[in-house]
């Protein structure tokens, strides 16, 4: 059959064979790399031209954003941490009618790594109403510069009839801090 074919033809359809294999090339091969090479445009560009390797990156950078904001939380100025910690709770006691009382001695069970570290943890009691007690709770969670609350104990002591009707309640707070 290829016998009976003229010049002109056999070109022809050598033309057509070229144009079938090259499409064929390009569908199974050049497709698949300009889609790697777009994907590989698109990866970086997530990545914000840091030159970290992994596809894991944009999760750690979210995770390191995180604990750095955490941390910010915690740290407290080493110069006269323990006056300006009482100025600052005793302030938010007595703006919302509380008594306070702070005992330095009061020793807060800490890990030893901590200390060294800088961690410092301080104990403060409140006397007062349920809801003051919620509102300087609040107010100690939005404050910063004086550290975290790491425990709260919400007590009652009942003697008498007369301290069921104060609605009287000790709450004992743990501040932790890092010092910078």
């Known amino acids: 059959m290829w016998q009976k074919l003229s010049d002109k033809q056999r070109k022809l359809v050598l033309i057509v064979a070229m144009l079938i294999v090259a499409y064929i090339a ?99 009691k409140f006397k007062g109403s349920y809801v003051n007690l919620v509102k300087l709770l609040d107010t100690l969670s939005k404050s910063s510069g004086i550290g975290k609350i790491s425990q709260v104990k919400l007590s009652v002591k009942i003697e008498n009839e007369v301290s069921m009707a104060t609605n009287s309640l000790t709450l004992q707070v743990t501040l932790v801090a890092i010092v910078q």
């Not at 992994?54 to 915690?74: I, M, P, T």
């Not at 703006?95 to 005992?103: E, H, R, V």
Request: aromatic residues 10%; glycine residues 6%; hydrophobic residues 40%.
């Open 26 to 124: 390009f569908r199974c091969s050049f497709v698949p790399a300009l889609k790697a090479v777009q994907l590989n445009r698109e990866l970086q560009q997530v990545q914000g031209g840091h030159k970290v390797s992994g596809s894991s990156f944009v999760q750690l950078n979210a995770e390191h954003e995180f604990y750095l904001r955490a941390l910010k939380g915690y740290k407290v100025k080493k110069e006269d941490r323990e006056n300006r910690l009482w100025q600052t709770v005793s302030g938010m006691a007595l703006a919302n009618d509380l008594q306070i009382s702070f005992d330095p001695d009061l020793k807060v069970p800490t890990d030893t790594s901590a200390v060294s570290n800088g961690v410092v943890a301080q104990q403060f």
